[in-house]
């Protein structure tokens, strides 16, 4: 197959992109062809963030949003509120020491992934073509140029060999490629690799977000309330915090976000939110309310100083998979959507002129000097601040953010990357976590069930070990197997056979969040896109 533009991802980033293309194309009487493949079942399938959404860069893709019925954004920030948590009280910090970066006046709070429902349902009407269940699962490269992707072979068994239902993958080409596959992208990692897109970057730090839905008694309701906290049941030493936003219809968004640099082997991030939930200030929001759904996804937590080199010959790299959230505002969809119309933008100028398998030169320098651009390099230096502790880390930011305003005339540097940080497990201390109730808190498997994860179990398992000793051999002996704790899904777990420790992967549990690709300590387990339309089906997340 063949197009003009191929957009890898149906995020906010590639669907703000095939939007702003599509309609340059109608402004411009241009009929320039555009697809998008999506490795979801369907597009939102595999969306995950808290999430507010800032609606600058919708306004920019749209005049009429607002008074639109259809558009799924209709619930005003009204009441916000930060907490400092102990483990049996928390404490209002006043708004004159919040950071502006952090309020949300204005602001919308929102499932992500019914947005994308709707911005996928938009890019139909203009004449984009979506194609969800197909995985790209390699890039094509000829002579130092990207001319598009493979995507995955469908009904392959778990030996590789092809099934009753095999379908080959096929090759799209396309003049130009944009990659938007969200944080930590498979094929991401390979073009970084490839086009040694991260030679002047700081490396990337991430951390791992996790969220329930929940069904509040209508009484517990409120609308357009938003409540963040840090603290408790964190130690000073751990980056992180909660988020908790009210919906409409009695839903209400709770989740926590621990950074990944945690140096613990025995923390889990699954178990730390569990605890969190049974909470005096948090229990009572949910008693007699009911789960409806659950999920994980790794974040990019590095901002600009991250930031790879956005473009190579014949495409480039937007939203979460360059690493384009903000993440002293805890929010990424509107940067993300603002680096998918720029660079669709860059594309359209280099098809007018007749153009193809080219660079978008132009691409980094038109983000960087963006309102987008100037947000994240404004907030540059509040995740690197807490390289030194919590305490240390509210102090920088505060002068960072609040009496420099972001215009420091330094940026510091990110601490180690994220799979160096553990120490070993003699050197740490145990965490004992209390059982799950049954209902505030919950075991990880129970909870597995209401992502609606999916995989065909026959399949090869798409979670790759280079060595195969090395999660017994460095891993159990040293760190007492962190992939059994960072892991929110319970992928990852040693049995023993016959007085023999092994290391066995569940691999159909996989929610995709990408968190073993990034902690593991040997970078000994490489993530990638199994059968297309496999992994979580979210609902309203």
């Not at 808190?441 to 280079?466: A, C, G």
Request: charged share 25%; hydrophobic share 35%; proline share 6%.
């Amino acid at each position: 197959m063949y197009y003009d533009l191929l957009i890898v991802g149906a995020g906010p980033s590639g669907l703000a992109a095939a939007i702003k293309f599509k309609k340059m194309c109608i402004e411009n009487n241009k009929d320039y062809s555009v697809c998008v493949v999506e490795k979801g079942s369907e597009v939102g399938a595999h969306i995950l963030s808290g999430a507010i959404l800032q609606p600058t860069a919708m306004d920019e893709l749209f005049n009429d949003w607002r008074d639109n019925p259809e558009c799924p954004v209709k619930v005003n920030v009204k009441k916000e509120s930060v907490k400092f948590m102990t483990d049996e009280k928390s404490f209002s910090i006043p708004n004159i020491l919040i950071p502006p970066v952090m309020h949300n006046k204005g602001n919308f709070i929102i499932s992500l992934g019914s947005l994308c429902k709707w911005l996928g349902s938009e890019a139909e009407k203009l004449g984009v073509e979506i194609y969800p269940g197909f995985a790209a699962s390699d890039i094509i490269i000829n002579n130092g140029v990207l001319k598009g992707i493979v995507t995955g072979d469908l009904g392959v068994d778990n030996q590789g060999s092809p099934g009753q239902n095999y379908q080959p993958g096929i090759e799209i080409h396309s003049k130009f490629t944009l990659f938007a596959e969200g944080c930590r992208g498979h094929l991401g990692k390979k073009l970084m690799s490839e086009f040694d897109l991260r030679k002047e970057a700081q490396h990337q730090t991430y951390g791992i977000g996790l969220k329930e839905l929940w069904e509040v008694k209508p009484e517990k309701s409120e609308p357009g309330n938003v409540m963040h906290s840090i603290g408790w049941p964190l130690d000073q030493d751990t980056y992180g915090g909660s988020f908790l936003y009210h919906l409409d219809k009695n839903l209400v968004s709770i989740g926590f976000v621990i950074g990944l640099d945690y140096k613990n082997p025995y923390l889990s991030p699954y178990e730390e939110f569990q605890r969190f939930k049974m909470h005096p200030s948090i229990k009572p929001l949910l008693d007699e309310g009911r789960r409806v759904s659950y999920g994980a996804r790794a974040l990019n937590e590095g901002g600009w100083q991250s930031l790879p080199k956005l473009s190579f010959a014949g495409g480039s790299i937007i939203g979460c998979d360059a690493g384009t959230l903000n993440t002293p505002k805890i929010k990424g969809t509107h940067t993300a959507m603002k680096s998918g119309i720029i660079a669709s933008e860059n594309v359209f100028r280099k098809l007018e002129q007749n153009l193809e398998g080219v660079e978008l030169e132009s691409f980094q320098s038109d983000f960087n000097n963006s309102w987008a651009g100037k947000e994240l390099k404004a907030a540059r230096n509040v995740r690197p601040s807490f390289k030194y502790g919590l305490k240390l880390g509210i102090i920088l930011t505060g002068i960072d953010q609040i009496f420099l305003r972001g215009k420091a005339p330094w940026t510091l540097k990110h601490g180690e990357p994220d799979h160096c940080s553990l120490q070993e497990k003699n050197k740490a201390k145990k965490i004992v976590y209390p059982k799950p109730d049954g209902k505030i808190s919950f075991d990880r498997l129970t909870n597995v069930s209401f992502s609606s994860t999916y995989h065909e179990e026959n399949q090869p398992i798409h979670l790759k070990i280079s060595d195969e000793k090395i999660p017994i051999d460095k891993n159990l002996a040293l760190y007492d197997s962190p992939e059994q704790r960072y892991c929110p899904a319970g992928v990852y777990e040693i049995v023993n056979d016959e007085g023999l420790n092994r290391l066995q992967i569940n691999a159909q549990n996989c929610i995709h969040c990408k968190t073993c690709d990034i902690k593991d300590p040997s970078q000994n387990i490489n993530w990638i896109t199994p059968e297309g339309g496999g992994g979580p089906n979210y609902t309203g997340m």
